[in-house]
């Protein structure tokens, strides 16, 4: 007797440890297939800003642009994938466990109607609120009046790309809830495509015609928009779920009174906070940056651009992939199940967020030539870009932690405690820059910005297991000194190739840097994960967990 129940209990546990190790393969799945995805965008967008660069250059104007494209970011973050999904993701994944499929789809109309409403109400006061909120935004672009005159137009030709990245947000809400990943995961590539054949062939023809040729880049970015908009509704349709918008007021009203829109609006508050947040930092770092030398909000940005590399192959593949998979543990009481995803997920951060920390902080410098080095981009542009984009290095594990961390709050429906750490973290911040902006100019505003993303991503970190929502499983200790050990090496290898060749100097062998960049980077590869094998990490064990 006793030997069947042995049996049975061990039946069971290998039944237990089979789902386990389906789910983890899942995960992995899913996060390899977003991650493969983000990467092709990554790489269309290093092309698109490698060709902005080449064309324009980095100067007024093209400080005028990156700040006019930051003000639409900035409301989208609000009402798209920022403060609307963080809302929006877990109420979504709650009624479609609790309630079925029938009455979530009457959620998903719901909530996009009310949205749409006020994204065109949004749009209509943003094109004619353009001048107030580029002084707001970069007051110092009045160096050079044409640069803000600039700077107003292309605003209002591309407010109303708010609207469309906002519903792209939400058939993405939608999509990752139904664990459908690749098209969203995938559209970023349009806007890319766009902005490279409106920086290659729009601005010439712009010029031909007597406008301002960094005009044709605003264009692109509107016709981004529309086109993501359109094939992430095409599978929403494909899957039966395309919502219906209603345009009437009485069908508003209706969308408005739900209790699932209401409890989305009740989360979006400290979301919104949250978001807002965020972005006051960059509202005030960009303030401060259009105030010093011209070209050092487009210095900025070049350098954002090849950070956000792995923040969005790891960071954001994560959080995208956890978000639902949380929600839907949480609504379903699997403590055990929500707490292993996070330690899985925060195991990977570690693995693979670390080395590429090491890379940007004592490799910068070639990454930046290879990449921007040509056409009107000089040896002084190269410098600046680099001293950027080592503040981020200094920040990113914190950045990619975040992603992971933020949704154990937002999956339990928590969107106040992100929202505190957030302000208290932008305060340190701003005091991080009173003291080193006057040492380390642009460079400062990077540097603040990741010791600020270090401290959240910590915050975050003790919260989850004081509440208990997480407690890391066994191994951590030889995990992270396996990860050291073999990035000390990754970073004696790399800080040889810095300086054993004349990166700038290559300027006129550009397929020569270009192929010698991609050899220092497979080599860096083997030597990372061949030192982590030797040290005895295996990675099945991901699989396992």
């Known amino acids: 007797m006793s030997e069947d129940v042995a049996s049975k209990a061990c039946d069971s546990n290998r039944c237990w440890s089979d789902a386990a190790t389906l789910r983890a393969v899942s995960l992995l799945k899913s996060a390899s297939i977003v991650s493969l995805l983000t990467l092709v965008s990554r790489i269309t967008g290093l092309v698109r800003e490698l060709l902005i660069a080449s064309t324009f250059g ?21 009402f798209g994938e920022g403060a609307f999904s963080q809302a ?5 994944a709650a009624s479609k466990a609790q309630h079925g499929e029938a009455a979530t789809q009457t959620v998903i109309n719901h909530a996009a109607t009310v949205l749409t409403w006020a994204l065109l109400v949004l749009s209509v006061i943003g094109v004619a609120a353009a001048p107030a909120l580029v002084w707001a935004m970069a007051s110092g672009l009045q160096q050079d009046p044409r640069g803000f005159e600039v700077a107003i137009v292309m605003t209002r030709w591309m407010f109303p790309y708010i609207a469309f990245m ?26 890319n495509l766009c902005m490279i054949v409106a920086a290659w062939l729009g601005a010439p023809w712009f010029k031909t015609l007597g406008l301002e040729p960094i005009y044709a880049l605003a264009g692109g970015v509107l016709l981004g928009g529309v086109l993501q908009l359109g094939v992430q509704w095409w599978a929403l349709k494909k899957l039966g779920l395309a919502p219906a918008i209603g345009l009437r007021w009485r069908v508003l009203r209706a969308a408005w009174a739900d209790p699932a829109t209401k409890n989305i609006l009740r989360l979006m508050g400290p979301a919104l906070l949250g978001v807002s ?20 909000v487009s210095w900025i940005t070049y350098a954002d651009r090849l950070m956000e590399f792995p923040t969005a192959m790891l960071g954001v593949a994560m959080g995208v992939v956890l978000m639902p998979q949380l929600a839907l543990a949480r609504a379903a009481g699997d403590k055990a199940k929500y707490s292993a995803m996070l330690d899985w997920g925060l195991r990977l951060v570690v693995l693979l967020a670390v080395p590429c920390a090491v890379a940007l ?80 100019a642009h460079a400062a505003l990077t540097l603040s910005i990741g010791i600020g993303a270090m401290i959240n991503a910590g915050w975050l970190l003790v919260g989850l297991m004081r509440r208990g929502s997480y407690k890391p499983e066994p191994g951590w200790g030889a995990f992270v000194l396996q990860v ?10 790399l800080m040889w190739a810095n ?14 840097r270009i192929w010698l960049l991609a050899l220092v980077l497979i080599g860096a590869g083997a030597i990372y994960f061949a030192a982590i094998w030797a040290a005895g990490l295996k990675l099945r064990q991901f699989l396992r967990r």
């Open 166 to 191: 906002s519903l792209v947000a939400l058939a993405a809400g939608v999509l990752n809830t139904w664990k459908h990943f690749a098209v969203p995961a995938a559209t970023p590539v349009l806007l």
């Open 88 to 92: 929006f993701v877990p109420v979504l």
């Open 361 to 440: 902080i004592v490799f910068p410098m070639p990454l930046v030539a290879v990449l921007y080095h040509y056409g009107a981009m000089t040896d002084l542009d190269v410098q600046k870009i680099t001293y950027a984009l080592m503040g981020w290095g200094v920040g990113l594990i914190g950045i990619v932690a975040i992603k992971v961390l933020a949704p154990g709050y937002y999956a339990n429906q928590d969107t106040k405690t992100p929202v505190t750490i957030a302000v208290a973290v932008l305060i340190i911040t701003q005091l991080l820059n009173v003291v080193l902006v006057p040492v380390f």
């Open 499 to 512: 300086s054993a060749f004349a990166w700038t100097q290559l300027r006129s062998e550009s397929f020569k």
């Open 277 to 296: 947040v965020a972005h006051i930092s960059m509202l005030i770092n960009t303030q401060i940056a259009s105030h010093l030398a011209p070209g050092s």
């Open 58 to 78: 980095a100067n007024a104007m093209t400080d005028a642009f990156n700040v006019a494209f930051r003000i639409p970011n900035l409301f989208r973050r609000f």
């Open 484 to 493: 050291i050990a073999a990035c000390a090496l990754l970073a004696v290898f």
